[in-house]
């Protein structure tokens, strides 16, 4: 059974930074392309950012492109989502979550796509 876990919210200020964290077993992280989602109270759960199982390959939404940097250490199976200049409308539960693509080729911007979720770290900006 694939175990993801994250780590790394809090509350912080408009404005600010915050480091997520994803962590999983060895054997899954060589395996996996991995990505972040966010849903926020009464929406949809939305793609944030995904990083190929090399970590040369990245992909943002829009709405977070050069404020968010996602990044792997496949030796210490860890994914890390980096966060600054936070605004308002970051606030919400953030998910890391993964699929095996050595045997998958899909689209890592949509839900859809994969098949192991971690159970959400809370990022709440306010003043």
């Known amino acids: 059974q694939v175990q993801l876990v994250e780590s790394g919210g809090g509350l912080v200020q408009p404005g600010g930074s915050l480091n997520l964290t994803c962590t999983t077993s060895k054997r899954f992280i060589s395996r996996s392309r991995m990505g972040w989602f966010r849903q926020a109270p009464g929406e949809e759960r939305e793609f944030v950012a995904a990083?190929?199982?090399?970590?040369?390959?990245?992909n943002y939404a829009d709405s977070v492109r050069g404020r968010f940097t996602i990044s792997r250490n496949n030796a210490k199976n860890t994914v890390h989502l980096q966060m600054s200049r936070l605004k308002f409308e970051d606030t919400a539960d953030y998910y890391c979550a993964g699929y095996d693509s050595t045997i998958y080729f899909r689209n890592a911007e949509s839900k859809d796509a994969y098949d192991y979720w971690g159970q959400g770290t809370q990022v709440t900006v306010s003043i």
């Open positions: 990083i190929s199982r090399s970590g040369i390959t990245t």
